[in-house]
């Protein structure tokens, strides 16, 4: 903790914090010294009687404490703004280290987990290093002035008090330990409910379309239920803790009264310096309370730490490779491609295929067969356990990632459209693109026509994830942003599936369009999609069962076409 406090904090926040730490040093300066000007008070100006005396003492105390909040405020204000400096660059750091992980990360991981990295746990670690870790160092420093002077005062006296002191400093110890482990039950069953409020706010359309509210309802409920429950330990355990440290510390008081109420009549203290005593030990809880909650503050954050790191923890499965490729040729070729998920058998099993530049590939299968496993790869979401792929000859893994992504415009199976302009969604991969350049892509994918029908054409907002837009609607902008790139690969995963088939036909004359001199794969169920292929790859169950042209295919009636005829591919004829 003390390291991360130095390194991310101090460090590079070097003036914030030595500002923060002098205004503190001023700050308790002056809470100290108001103890000593009230024992001046009481056996000075009260004893002699001397009213202008008085007077000078009592501004001289206004002015201390006036002093005191004052650079206690300064101090507050600069380590807040050091703090969220700090947790500003630390959550950016963190988006541009989601971005690099490996795609299986987020397929096994739920979403709910992540969000809260970036809100719960980076707000531990804030309070941790921006008050925990100075509340400690600057806290303690306090208490042991505290306690200088008032040995420094009366040696007995203090003795006494700090026999009584540790008795409630265990007791609120204790408790704060007690609450910190509560809290953290908390922070868990919080993770887990906003995890599953997540899904539903994801899910309410189908929901609502199965009539399983109330499902949905009983299971919610639990979580609510729990966490009230936690909650309840959390807030009851506070309404005992602060009574309770209250009666102890009103007990500890008097017991020093009474001893110290002995020694003024003994006449070995004067009634000032008795007075300024009690000051003082009132003032020892407060650090010693900052100091406890520091600790469990620390240790928060620091659980809160090692759970962010789980994403610099994260195996790299797909190691970028080293060469760089400006323009490829366009020829892929898969060799004896073998490929399972971390769980379950194999999905593609010895698969090998060459295409060239100006090929449209059909790659055809039952659900499930592999085809967007086999995008998958050619993208490197995921690798090869055995056998390789090549891109130009080249091995796809020693080429850079990005390089080889550039190469290929992608149109995902349920494309994710952003939450902007329709403009902004088309020239997403090329943010340089003129309007003349958009419109040119729109017009190919035939999406033109119905985005000039748009109130706002194409500055129209697609709503969160194009829920604005129809989804062939949706299909076609992706289309078009495929489309912008000008890749030397074209790889659609079902480009046709949510088109009727006129809006089909257009789309196919324009993937036919702009498939002239590049290497374009369709995974489709499409029979006239199909039809207009060069060739035919029949992928079952992760083998490739069958290859050919489509109508020499159908003619021989082997595995594909019995397919096609028991229309186990459902195929629109
Ligand atoms: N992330 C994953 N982890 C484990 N198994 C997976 C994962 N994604 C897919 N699978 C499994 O791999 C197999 C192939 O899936 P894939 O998505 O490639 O099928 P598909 O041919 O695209 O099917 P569809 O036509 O329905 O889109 C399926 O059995 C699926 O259950
Ligand atoms: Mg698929």
Same mark, same amino acid.
């Given at each position: 903790?003390?390291?991360?406090?130095?390194?991310?904090?101090?460090?590079?926040?070097?003036?914030?914090?030595?500002?923060?730490?002098?205004?503190?040093?001023?700050?308790?300066?002056?809470?100290?010294?108001?103890?000593?000007?009230?024992?001046?008070?009481?056996?000075?100006?009260?004893?002699?009687?001397?009213?202008?005396?008085?007077?000078?003492?009592?501004?001289?105390?206004?002015?201390?404490?006036?002093?005191?909040?004052?650079?206690?405020?300064?101090?507050?204000?600069?380590?807040?703004?050091?703090?969220?400096?700090?947790?500003?660059?630390?959550?950016?750091?963190?988006?541009?280290?989601?971005?690099?992980?490996?795609?299986?990360?987020?397929?096994?991981?739920?979403?709910?987990?992540?969000?809260?990295?970036?809100?719960?746990?980076?707000?531990?670690?804030?309070?941790?290093?921006?008050?925990?870790?100075?509340?400690?160092?600057?806290?303690?420093?306090?208490?042991?002035?505290?306690?200088?002077?008032?040995?420094?005062?009366?040696?007995?006296?203090?003795?006494?008090?700090?026999?009584?002191? /540790?008795?409630?400093? +265990?007791?609120?110890?204790?408790?704060?330990?007690?609450?910190?482990?509560?809290?953290?039950?908390?922070? @868990?069953?919080?993770?887990?409910?906003?995890?599953?409020?997540?899904?539903?706010?994801?899910?309410?359309?189908?929901?609502?379309?199965?009539?399983?509210?109330?499902?949905?309802?009983?299971?919610?409920?639990?979580?609510?239920?729990?966490?009230?429950?936690?909650?309840?330990?959390?807030?009851?355990?506070?309404?005992?803790?602060?009574?309770?440290?209250?009666?102890?510390?009103?007990?500890?008081?008097?017991?020093?009264?009474?001893?110290?109420?002995?020694?003024?009549?003994?006449?070995?203290?004067?009634?000032?310096?008795?007075?300024?005593?009690?000051?003082?030990?009132?003032?020892? /809880?407060?650090?010693?309370?900052? =100091?406890?909650?520091?600790?469990?503050?620390?240790?928060?954050?620091?659980?809160?730490?090692?759970?962010? @790191?789980?994403?610099?923890?994260?195996?790299?499965?797909?190691?970028?490779?080293?060469?760089?490729?400006?323009?490829?040729?366009?020829?892929?070729?898969?060799?004896?491609?073998?490929?399972?998920?971390?769980?379950?058998?194999?999905?593609?099993?010895?698969?090998?295929?060459?295409?060239? /530049?100006?090929?449209?590939?059909?790659?055809?299968?039952?659900?499930?067969?592999?085809?967007?496993?086999?995008?998958?790869?050619?993208?490197?979401? +995921?690798?090869?356990?055995?056998?390789?792929?090549?891109?130009?000859?080249?091995?796809?893994?020693?080429?850079?990632?990005?390089?080889?992504?550039?190469?290929?415009?992608?149109?995902?199976?349920?494309? =994710?459209?952003?939450?902007?302009?329709?403009?902004?969604?088309?020239?997403?991969?090329? /943010?340089?693109?003129?309007?003349?350049?958009?419109?040119?892509?729109?017009?190919?994918?035939?999406?033109?026509?119905?985005?000039?029908?748009?109130?706002?054409?194409?500055?129209?907002?697609?709503?969160?994830?194009?829920?604005?837009?129809?989804?062939?609607?949706?299909?076609?902008?992706?289309?078009?942003?495929?489309?912008?790139?000008?890749?030397?690969?074209?790889?659609?995963?079902?480009?046709?599936?949510?088109?009727?088939?006129?809006?089909?036909?257009?789309?196919?004359?324009?993937?036919?369009?702009?498939?002239?001199?590049?290497?374009?794969?369709? =995974?489709?169920?499409?029979?006239?999609?199909?039809?207009?292929?060069?060739?035919?790859?029949?992928?079952?169950?992760?083998?490739?069962?069958?290859?050919?042209?489509?109508?020499?295919?159908?003619?021989?009636?082997?595995?594909?076409?019995?397919?096609?005829?028991?229309?186990?591919?459902?195929?629109?004829?």
């Amino acid at each position: 903790m003390l390291q991360l406090y130095w390194h991310k904090f101090v460090v590079p926040y070097w003036l914030l914090t030595s500002v923060a730490v002098v205004c503190f040093i001023i700050a308790s300066a002056a809470g100290l010294a108001a103890p000593l000007i009230i024992k001046f008070l009481i056996d000075g100006a009260l004893e002699s009687g001397d009213f202008q005396y008085l007077d000078i003492i009592v501004v001289g105390i206004v002015v201390l404490y006036f002093l005191r909040a004052l650079f206690t405020f300064f101090y507050g204000y600069n380590m807040a703004k050091a703090g969220c400096r700090m947790i500003a660059r630390l959550r950016a750091a963190m988006f541009v280290r989601l971005h690099s992980l490996d795609y299986s990360y987020f397929v096994n991981t739920p979403t709910g987990n992540v969000v809260s990295y970036f809100t719960n746990d980076l707000n531990l670690i804030q309070q941790a290093v921006a008050v925990g870790v100075p509340d400690l160092l600057v806290e303690s420093l306090n208490l042991l002035a505290i306690i200088a002077i008032m040995v420094y005062f009366d040696w007995q006296l203090a003795l006494v008090t700090f026999v009584t002191l /540790p008795f409630i400093v +265990y007791a609120i110890s204790h408790f704060n330990r007690k609450l910190a482990e509560f809290g953290s039950l908390l922070e @868990h069953t919080m993770a887990k409910m906003t995890s599953l409020l997540h899904q539903a706010i994801l899910s309410t359309m189908m929901v609502q379309s199965y009539g399983r509210e109330d499902y949905e309802y009983r299971r919610f409920r639990a979580k609510i239920h729990e966490a009230a429950v936690d909650l309840f330990h959390v807030q009851r355990l506070n309404a005992l803790v602060i009574p309770l440290v209250e009666f102890l510390a009103a007990i500890g008081l008097t017991f020093i009264i009474w001893f110290g109420g002995r020694e003024v009549i003994g006449g070995d203290l004067t009634i000032g310096a008795l007075f300024a005593f009690l000051v003082y030990t009132i003032n020892i /809880p407060g650090p010693v309370r900052k =100091i406890t909650q520091a600790f469990s503050s620390m240790k928060l954050g620091l659980v809160a730490w090692e759970r962010i @790191h789980d994403l610099d923890r994260q195996p790299h499965t797909i190691v970028d490779g080293h060469l760089d490729l400006d323009k490829a040729v366009g020829r892929v070729e898969f060799r004896n491609v073998f490929f399972r998920y971390t769980t379950g058998g194999d999905v593609l099993k010895d698969v090998s295929l060459a295409a060239d /530049p100006g090929d449209v590939i059909a790659v055809v299968g039952p659900s499930g067969a592999g085809k967007s496993s086999f995008a998958n790869l050619l993208l490197r979401f +995921y690798d090869p356990d055995t056998g390789a792929i090549y891109l130009d000859g080249i091995d796809i893994r020693s080429l850079q990632i990005g390089a080889l992504r550039h190469q290929i415009g992608f149109i995902q199976q349920n494309p =994710i459209l952003f939450d902007a302009s329709i403009l902004e969604n088309i020239r997403y991969g090329r /943010p340089t693109a003129s309007y003349s350049q958009v419109e040119r892509a729109a017009k190919l994918a035939n999406a033109h026509d119905f985005i000039m029908e748009l109130p706002r054409g194409y500055d129209s907002p697609v709503g969160e994830l194009g829920a604005n837009l129809s989804g062939g609607q949706r299909q076609r902008i992706a289309l078009a942003r495929a489309i912008i790139l000008e890749p030397v690969i074209l790889l659609l995963d079902e480009p046709t599936a949510a088109l009727d088939s006129h809006a089909e036909q257009q789309v196919l004359a324009a993937i036919r369009n702009v498939s002239t001199g590049r290497t374009t794969f369709i =995974i489709t169920h499409n029979l006239s999609t199909l039809l207009a292929s060069d060739k035919v790859v029949y992928l079952d169950a992760g083998r490739i069962a069958e290859t050919g042209v489509c109508s020499d295919l159908l003619a021989r009636g082997g595995a594909f076409a019995r397919a096609v005829d028991r229309g186990e591919l459902g195929y629109k004829q």
